[in-house]
């Protein structure tokens, strides 16, 4: 996802419709192991922390609960505590992480509000707040966090009406997107293994309707910008690597029905069904044997 030092899938105007493709990537080999091809990703309603907590105990649980859980510094920075090798989820106790070119990086673990930058999901207020407001991005379009645009606040690296946090100096603000990542810790907590938690497509599945939700609300605002003003991979026009075939942000920058899906636009209604559950482990237990296959 990243070419020398540019981020082409994060801080930058391209991150929701990079995700929304990974989504549809995703989804589309769910439809092909499930032999359904009316099976669509369900996303967890971030509205509620409770639905987050909820959905966190049937895919294994909070690696907190877990006596031998390890902290490696007071800051709660790089917690990792694996998950329970008993009780309800717990078969992901035994999944592996994947990290860069399919290598293992250890045991799926979770550690929920460890780290003192996210103790707790985002508020309702941030989520809202993001969807109103109306621009998009803006120069240098990127995730500096005075930017309060639609896509710093939606992955997290502007904060909005909810005031300035009492967080380490050394760290960014974090809300939204940003802000669950960190809040589940462990695996979620580093970009190179996030994807290995079956937690993250349903997070990115609200992320996605937050995208939605946004262009419902400001239908005249567009990407506005041209090749040269973007980061790298991240212009209206420049295709989302490392995707294949290779298309542009700009095809993916529509209502999702263009795309073959819909949200209930229920946003208060968090159920994600178990047997989604079933499908998204058999997809993600696929997708750890071929790349042990392909990387031993």
Same mark, same amino acid.
């Given at each position: 996802m990243t070419a020398a030092s540019t981020d082409l899938a994060h801080e930058g105007p391209g991150f929701p419709t990079w995700?929304?493709?990974?989504?549809?990537?995703?989804?589309?080999?769910?439809? !092909?192991?499930?032999?359904?091809?009316?099976?669509?990703?369900?996303?967890?309603?971030?509205? @509620?922390?409770?639905?987050?907590?909820?959905?966190? @105990?049937?895919?294994?649980?909070?690696?907190l609960n877990i006596a031998s859980c390890h902290v490696e510094d007071a800051h709660g920075k790089n917690c990792a505590c694996h998950l329970a090798a008993n009780g309800p989820g717990s078969v992901f106790s035994s999944w592996t992480e994947i990290g860069p070119?399919?290598?293992?990086?250890? !045991?799926?673990?979770?550690?929920?509000?460890?780290?003192?930058?996210?103790?707790?999901?985002?508020?309702?207020?941030?989520?809202?707040?993001?969807?109103?407001?109306?621009?998009?991005?803006?120069?240098?379009?990127?995730?500096?966090s005075s930017l309060v645009t639609f896509t710093n606040l939606l992955e997290?690296?502007?904060?909005?009406?909810?005031?300035?946090?009492?967080?380490?100096?050394?760290?960014?603000?974090?809300?939204?997107?940003?802000?669950?990542?960190?809040?589940?810790?462990?695996?979620?907590?580093?970009?190179?293994?996030?994807?290995? @938690?079956?937690?993250?497509?349903?997070?990115?599945?609200?992320?996605?309707?937050?995208?939605?939700?946004?262009?419902?609300?400001?239908?005249?605002?567009?990407?506005?910008?041209?090749?040269?003003?973007?980061?790298?991979?991240h212009s209206y026009s420049d295709c989302q690597a490392p995707f294949v075939p290779l298309l542009s942000h700009a095809i993916f920058f529509s209502n999702s029905r263009a795309y073959g899906y819909t949200y209930d636009q229920i946003v208060d209604s968090a159920v994600v069904s178990t047997g989604s559950l079933v499908v998204i482990t058999i997809v993600m237990t696929a997708l750890v044997i071929t790349a042990s296959l392909l990387y031993s």
């Open positions: 995700h929304r493709r990974y989504l549809l990537l995703f989804e589309e080999l769910a439809q !092909k192991v499930s032999d359904d091809p009316t099976f669509a990703l369900p996303y967890v309603n971030e509205y @509620d922390a409770t639905a987050i907590s909820r959905t966190v @105990d049937l895919l294994g649980g909070d690696g070119n399919g290598t293992s990086s250890g !045991k799926l673990s979770r550690a929920l509000g460890c780290r003192r930058t996210a103790q707790t999901p985002p508020s309702a207020t941030a989520i809202d707040f993001a969807i109103a407001t109306r621009s998009y991005s803006e120069s240098p379009w990127n995730s500096d997290g690296f502007a904060i909005g009406p909810v005031g300035i946090r009492t967080e380490p100096a050394i760290d960014k603000p974090r809300d939204n997107h940003n802000r669950v990542h960190v809040y589940m810790g462990g695996t979620m907590d580093d970009v190179k293994t996030a994807a290995s @938690d079956p937690f993250f497509w349903l997070h990115h599945g609200f992320v996605d309707l937050m995208l939605e939700k946004w262009m419902k609300t400001h239908p005249t605002s567009v990407y506005p910008w041209t090749n040269s003003e973007a980061p790298a991979g």
